[in-house]
């Protein structure tokens, strides 16, 4: 078969690169996201890992989490409270306008026309405003916002938890991670005996 000029066909080894390429990649993803999961096992309540602490007493550590989340809620939504802006979009309109119309009247008397009849053609030529407003958005309060970030935060870790049961029971290790990582090395060994 020919190969055409334009785009000439990868060869073997170079196909056996962009692989090694890949597999290195998903490797160092792997292990990146081990870390980060592994800095949450080495924190410690009473000597125990967290998860351990999280799998032995579930509804208390739902109830820890729901009012950490709630206050975190609660904090970030009293700071973005105070950065609300000074001005309205109402009065922005007005003050846009009204500076539109004493623009077009000041050329007029710019030109030489009279002060009262410039200011008199000039709102006879424009439309009246009318300011909709938009429909005011839903505010959520302080309260929904912590429910919300302790109820993401719960069932983060409820997933995490069941993940972590689930592999078990299929692998007997305790924790997904261990189970990720005895597979990963299993292909290693393959290769390394043949």
Known sequence: MAESATSPSPTSVELRARLEA???????????LETEVTTVADVTVQGQPLPDV????????????????LTMGLLWGLRRRRRRPRTSDHDEVLRLYAASMLETAAQRVARGEDPEAAIEKTF??????????????????????GW????????GFGIKT???????RLTGEEELFHAVEEAREEPVRARSVT
């Open 22 to 32: 890949r597999e290195r990649s998903i490797q160092n993803h792997l292990a990146a």
């Open 54 to 69: 999280i799998r032995s007493r579930p509804l208390q550590s739902a109830g820890l989490f729901l009012v950490g989340g």
């Open 124 to 145: 006879r030529r424009r439309p009246p405003l009318v300011y909709a407003p938009p429909p005011e958005r839903q505010r959520r309060g302080a309260l929904a916002a």
């Open 148 to 155: 919300e970030v302790a109820f993401t935060t719960a069932v």
């Open 162 to 168: 069941a993940l972590d049961r689930l592999a078990e």
